[in-house]
C-alpha cells in the first residue's frame, strides 16, 4: 500500500503514538439485556449507596406527575426519563434534591458543595439548557483545581441528553461534545450502549475532577447484551479509553453515542460490498483515545469520523487534526468528516432527518475512502 511505502519517511514522527493494546474489545460473555436508562439507574444507585458524599440535583418539578409529549416517560424520576427511578424514596430528599428551573442558581450550589468535598451530580434537563450555567461549568468547576495550585478538586457530574432528540427544534437539539471538550479541566464522556452507561458513569463520579457527561434521549430505551462482569458492582470503565466495537481492516469508522449505532449499522451494509469497516467508540471525547484511533488508521490506511455536531472545531476536525499530525504516512485516502448540517436544527421532521448524519451518509463516505463510490456520471445511467 502507498501508506506503507511512505512509513519509514514519518517512522520518527510516529514514535510519539503509544501501542493499544488497553483498548475495550467487544462484549464478554452475555448474561442478559439492560436498558441504557437502567444502566444509569443502577450506577447512580450503587455509587450513592457506596458513598455517602455522592447526592444528586435534577428538576423533579415538585414531584408532579406531568406528561409534556407523548415519548416521555412520565414520572416523579429523572425527571421523565426515569433515570433516578426510585432513589428518592431510597436516599430521600436530603440526597436526591429537587431543584427550580434556574441552572444558574442550582449548578452554583453543586460547585460549591463540590469545593466542599461532597460529590453532586447535577442533572440537565437537556444541555442546552446548561448555556444557563456555563460560568459555574467553565470558570468555577474547569478551572478551579488549576488556579488553587492542585489544592483544592471540584469532583462534580453534569449530566444528562445532549444532542438531537426528534422535533424539538434547535433550541433543545445541539450537541455541545466540541463545545466542552474544548476546556481545559474538564473530562467529557459520552456512553452508546449499557455497558458505557453504567460503567463510565460510575467513573465519572469516582473521578476528582469534573466530568461532563453527555448522554442521548433517543437511547435511553434501547437494549444492550450485558454481562456478570458488567454488573458487577465494582465495575468501571476507564476514562480516556475508546473501544473498538468492530474489527476490521479497509477503513476505519469513529462515532460516540447515537452515532455508534449508526456506524455499526453501515459496516454491515460495507460489508456486503466486501469493505471491511473497523468501528471505534470513542466513549472519551476528553480526554480522547489518539493512540487507539492512530493504530487502527495505520492498520486501515483509510478514515471517516462519524458525529452529530456542526461541522466547525468539532470532534471530527480534532481526529483529523491528530492523524495528520502522527500518522499522515499512512493514509491511502483523504480523511471523510460526517457531520449534522451547518445550520440550526429544524423542526420539521423531514428537514430534522436532512440535517442530521444518516447511515446512507457513512456508507458513501466509506465507499468513497475506499474508492468503491459510484462516478456522478454512471449513478445517473441507472
Not at 406531568?66 to 432513589?87: A, D
Not at 428537514?351 to 445517473?380: G, W
Amino acid at each position: 500500500m502507498l501508506g506503507i511505502i511512505r512509513q519509514k519517511a514519518f517512522g520518527q514522527s510516529l514514535q510519539r503514538i503509544r501501542p493499544v493494546a488497553s483498548s475495550w474489545r467487544g462484549y464478554s460473555s452475555t448474561s442478559k439485556q439492560m436498558m441504557v436508562r437502567e444502566a444509569l439507574n443502577s450506577a447512580l444507585d450503587e455509587e450513592m449507596s457506596a458513598d455517602p458524599k455522592v447526592f444528586l440535583m435534577e428538576k423533579r418539578l415538585g414531584n408532579i406527575r406531568v406528561h409534556i409529549r407523548s415519548y416521555f416517560l412520565t414520572s416523579n424520576c429523572g425527571f421523565m426519563f426515569m433515570i433516578s427511578k426510585g432513589l428518592l424514596e431510597k436516599y430521600g430528599p436530603e440526597r436526591v434534591l429537587d431543584t427550580p428551573i434556574t441552572e444558574a442558581g442550582f449548578t452554583g450550589i453543586g460547585v460549591g458543595a463540590a469545593f466542599y468535598g461532597l460529590k453532586p451530580i447535577v442533572e440537565f434537563m437537556t444541555f442546552n439548557f446548561s448555556m444557563q450555567a456555563i460560568d459555574h461549568i467553565i470558570n468555577s468547576a474547569a478551572k478551579t483545581n488549576y488556579m488553587s495550585a492542585g489544592q483544592i478538586s471540584v469532583p462534580i457530574v453534569f449530566r444528562g441528553p445532549n444532542g438531537a432528540a426528534a422535533g424539538v427544534g434547535a433550541q433543545h437539539s445541539q450537541c455541545y461534545a466540541s463545545w466542552y471538550a474544548s476546556c481545559p479541566g474538564l473530562k467529557v464522556l459520552a456512553p452508546y450502549s449499557s455497558e458505557d452507561a453504567r460503567g463510565l458513569l460510575k467513573a465519572a463520579i469516582r473521578d476528582p475532577d469534573p466530568v461532563v457527561f453527555l448522554e442521548n434521549e433517543l437511547l435511553y430505551g434501547e437494549s444492550f447484551p450485558v454481562s456478570a462482569e458488567v454488573l458487577d458492582s465494582s465495575f468501571c470503565l476507564p476514562i480516556g479509553k475508546a473501544k473498538i466495537e468492530r474489527e476490521g481492516k479497509d477503513v476505519t469508522i469513529t462515532a460516540f453515542s447515537k452515532m455508534v449505532g449508526y456506524a455499526l449499522k453501515a459496516a454491515e451494509i460495507l460489508a456486503k460490498d466486501g469493505i471491511s469497516a473497523e468501528i471505534i467508540n470513542l466513549r472519551s471525547i476528553r480526554p480522547l483515545d489518539r493512540p487507539a484511533i492512530n493504530a487502527s488508521v495505520r492498520k486501515t490506511n483509510r478514515l471517516v469520523t462519524v458525529e452529530e455536531g456542526f461541522p466547525q472545531h468539532g470532534v471530527g476536525a480534532e481526529i483529523c487534526a491528530s492523524i495528520i499530525e502522527d500518522s499522515f504516512g499512512y493514509l491511502d485516502a483523504p480523511v471523510e468528516r460526517i457531520t449534522g448540517a451547518d445550520v440550526p436544527m429544524p423542526y420539521a421532521a423531514n428537514l430534522e432527518r436532512m440535517a442530521l448524519p444518516q447511515v446512507e451518509d457513512i456508507v458513501r463516505a466509506a465507499r468513497r475512502a475506499c474508492y468503491r463510490s459510484v462516478p456522478m456520471a454512471a449513478a445517473q445511467s441507472y
